[in-house]
């Protein structure tokens, strides 16, 4: 099943979550998970960078290890950026211990390369068990998200996805974008034109 609006039923079993932040009126929440990765992150920045707007990009260590450059640039431009473990991992069947062996790694090379830590985790693919959920929320705000984009399945059409996100979008929404190698084709028929929506919405973007 495909939904791109999470069900308020599954938020409200995640209540140490962050899914959407209610109080803030006009204001959205864009995010980027996976990066950095070239050519899709920059393109990203891009694009924000056009439209004067912020996000928060979920990084995977490993590919900060890779292209530090990248990822000194996103801060460079007044991003926000959070934890998405070292290797991608998937939280099920992960023991606690590998997890947060993975998720410290990951902050290490935070502070190697962007010289701080992170305040910010998700948890990729969105799965994780309650005991790494309650481990990581001492020291990090946990982020899902209530608007998926979908722009990582290549059976959605870019306008398709678009006209979704578009209905979805209202204050407070969290949506997720992913700056990776499989949404390089997607994103450059679906950011610029979604960005000109938030833009003439009257919507302004803010950092988690
Ligand atoms: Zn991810």
């Known amino acids: 099943m495909f939904f791109h609006r999470v069900p308020a039923i599954v938020q409200r079993l995640y209540p140490n979550r962050t899914w959407n932040n209610k109080d803030a009126e006009g204001k959205v929440y864009l995010t980027f998970d996976d990066g950095p990765v070239p050519g899709v992150t920059e393109f990203a920045l891009d694009q924000l960078a056009k439209h004067g707007m912020k996000a928060t990009f979920f990084m995977v260590g ?16 007044g991003h926000q950026f959070g934890n998405h473990t070292y290797h991608h991992l998937k939280g099920w069947r992960t023991k606690l211990e590998y997890y947060f062996d993975n998720f410290q790694k990951c902050e290490e090379i935070f502070e190697q390369v962007i010289g701080q830590k992170s305040r910010l985790f998700r948890p990729p693919y969105g799965l994780m068990t309650g005991r790494q959920m309650r481990k990581i929320s001492e020291s990090h705000q946990i982020i899902m998200w209530n608007v998926l984009s979908g722009d990582y399945d290549p059976t959605l059409k870019s306008d398709k996805i678009l006209e979704n996100i578009k209905k979805l979008t209202d204050s407070g929404a969290i949506i997720l974008f992913h700056d990776q190698k499989k949404t390089a084709e997607v994103l450059p028929k679906l950011l610029p034109q979604y960005l000109d929506f938030v833009q003439q919405s009257g919507f302004e973007t803010a950092l988690l």
Do not use: G, H, W
């Not at 490993?62 to 431009?77: G, S, T």
């Open 62 to 77: 490993d590919n900060v290890r890779k292209y530090p450059e990248l990822a000194k640039e996103v801060i460079a431009a």
